[in-house]
């Protein structure tokens, strides 16, 4: 019998397994398809009028990203395109503002060469905050299940004392903590807490002094070699 069996098998022994949720006959999972010639950008207020945001636009690819522009009129010229911003300011050249009417920058911030503040929200930096050379705050994304690849944006906020370093992402919606790090070429996808510190390939971990960090986290401090500026 036993050799009969295995010549003749069953027909749960014949049945392929199921393939997994969400896969097809092929055992590729279902996706998404959208229409770019649909999407509306419904839900997102650009602040201004068109003659403002065309203004701005000239003014910043015609004096404020240049090295020659003086980095003490920087400030002033965000002003007065309607952003808020603090005293001592230092904000490098290359620096790009997507619309300065939706920034709020705190006292005492410094602000690197070539980082882009792609605020279609509002972005918030808090006094004494640092973003260094090449750092990215991205208020923007889309929904992916979207049949028409809407928005879903939403604001930054970097409490004061925290530091994004070179070429460091902050993604929408998310709040980097008072103290926190976001590590050199680090992607900060959701908040960080007080005092964490986030390395490129790591999780958010907290400083060795404090209640310590999450197993299998990467931990270092603000003078570690991973988040330098």
């Known amino acids: 019998m036993a050799q009969t069996s295995a010549a003749h098998p069953t027909a ?45 636009f000239a003014a910043l690819h015609l004096l404020f990203v240049k090295w020659w522009f003086p980095a003490r009129w920087r400030p002033a010229l965000l002003r007065a395109f ?4 603090g005293q001592r300011v230092l904000i490098r050249r290359g620096v790009r503002v997507h619309w300065p009417w939706k920034l709020d920058v705190g006292d005492d911030v410094w602000i690197g060469e070539d980082a882009w503040i792609l605020n279609l929200e509002p972005v918030t930096i808090g006094s004494d905050c640092c973003v260094s050379q090449g750092a990215l705050l991205c208020t923007g994304s889309h929904r992916r299940r979207s049949a028409t690849f809407e928005f879903d944006n939403g604001p930054i906020r970097l409490e004061p004392g925290s530091w994004v370093a070179a070429r460091a992402v902050v993604l929408r919606g998310v709040t980097v903590g008072p103290g926190a790090v976001v590590g050199a070429g680090a992607v900060a996808h959701r908040d960080l807490a007080p005092g964490a510190v986030l390395t490129a390939g790591g999780t958010p971990g907290t400083d060795p002094s404090g209640s310590g960090a999450p197993g299998g986290s990467a931990v270092s401090t603000p003078g570690a070699k991973g988040a330098t500026a």
């Open 12 to 56: 749960a022994q014949r049945a392929p397994a199921p393939p997994p949720d969400g896969a097809g006959a092929t055992g590729h999972r279902s996706t998404v398809t959208w229409s770019l010639r649909g999407f509306t950008g419904a839900g997102y207020d650009k602040g201004r009028p068109l003659p403002v945001q065309a203004a701005w």
């Open 82 to 85: 309607g952003a808020r911003v």
